[in-house]
């Protein structure tokens, strides 16, 4: 009768215990504890045959030190492990043949020193890694095959992999529920494969040495919308184009050492920034623009530096979270002139809300203001309503109805600061930003 056994775990030390199994152990299926291989020392075993009646394991599986297998044929009707899963050091293995019916890893998947495992055949039908899945100093690791099926990772880091160029065979992965870490790739191009990943909960981290960098785009990530955090350190690229859904960072926001990135285009659609936002040494950044639509308001250690071409900051995303004297740390300089200090980038943000409104549909005069100002309208027109918004998005001004006339004249009794002034009609509306001075 098939049944549960070894709620304690059991260590296979031997390839006797292995083939003695199911006479141990008669009708067991499912081993309640963890199972070891060796116990971190080398033994004799050279297969698993004799635990081919396996469908489950409650704990972990933890393999070590092994010289003699080479795969875990035996393992064929394994569905689930519980617990974590380590290999660790194993030379003579060379592939994950034997876990074809493995659908899903409660724990995290470590595989580290594994010298001649190329890759992940063999994994056919896992779908979700609950933890994190760990990849780190497996030089003939060639890419990610086999992995096709996997759907959910608790998080991914890989370190030391210096034959993998990309993330074909990932396909398949839309989930990360926490941090997605890479560092070090010596071949590492391009995040192909990831191109159906939509949501990283923690921090998508991709970290190269700037001395010699090689990925050169990010396009892949088209599908990407929200993360916890972004941090793309020293790589080749000179856009971030893949990055066109991404709509929320909501912890750190970094993006440097990348030398060739010229614009931030691609970001347009980036709404929810988190607390920590920065952009430093990248060379031939030249502007901004593309976080026009971003919100500063949660930032609290704003760095925007050493970036030397970079001389386009006046964007009214930034201009408004200046204007609202922020508490936290602000650090903006030794970048081009016209983004080289706090002080130089609210200037730019007065000079840009002047010229805004010789650009309208209406003028705003005098402006900057310290008290009074005057609409000028180009034609007379019905004006069905007139608003006032602080650089918070608040309303802070009201008229309902509006004569029609070509000159308004407000008293508006606003304390300095920022501020945008819309018209709304019949079948349009405008907004000027109005600047007011300390009187």
Known sequence: MAQTCLPQGINFSSQALVDNFQTNYPGCIFIEGDVTIGNGYPTDITNLNGLDVLTGIGGGFNME???????????????????????????????????????????????????????????????????????????SVTGFTGLEMVEYLGAFAMNGCHNISDFRGFNGLTTVGGDFLVQDGDLLDSLAGLNNLTSVGG??????????????????LGSLTSVGGLRLSGLNIDNVNGLGSLTSVSGEFNIG?????????????LVTLGPLFSLTGNDNLSNIDALENADFSSVVN?????????????????????????????????????????????????SAGVEDAK?????????PTQDDVIIQLDVSTEIDKLEVFNANGQLVYEM?????????????????????????????????RLLVSEQ
Not at 260 to 269: I, M, P, T, Y
Not at 359 to 367: E, G, I, K, T, V
Not at 400 to 427: C, H, K, Q, W
């Open 203 to 220: 921090s998508f981290f991709l970290n190269y040495p700037a001395v010699d960098p090689h990925v050169s785009s990010i396009a892949a």
């Open 400 to 432: 309902v109805p509006v004569s029609a006339t070509d000159l308004i004249r407000l008293d508006l009794e606003l304390s300095a600061g920022l501020y945008v002034v819309r018209l709304l009609t019949f079948n349009s509306e405008s907004s000027v």
């Open 359 to 367: 650009n309208a549909a209406f003028r705003l005069y005098p402006n």
């Open 257 to 269: 050492g990348c030398n060739n990135l010229q614009s931030l285009q691609g970001l347009e659609n």
């Open 65 to 139: 030190d092994q010289t003699n297998l080479s795969d875990f044929t035996g393992f064929d009707n394994l569905d689930s492990i519980n617990g974590d899963v380590y290999l660790f050091n194993n030379s003579s293995l060379t592939s994950f043949t034997g876990l074809g019916k493995l659908t899903r890893i409660g724990g995290d998947f470590t595989i580290n020193n594994n010298l001649n495992v190329t890759g992940f055949a063999g994994l056919d039908s896992l779908q979700r890694i609950e933890g994190e899945l760990e990849i780190a100093v497996e030089p």
């Open 302 to 350: 704003l760095n925007i530096t050493y970036n030397s071409s970079l001389s386009e900051c006046a964007i009214t995303s930034l201009c408004s979270f200046l204007d609202g004297n922020p508490s936290g740390l602000v650090n903006i300089h030794t970048n081009a002139s016209g983004c080289s200090s706090v002080a130089e980038v609210e200037q730019a943000c007065m």
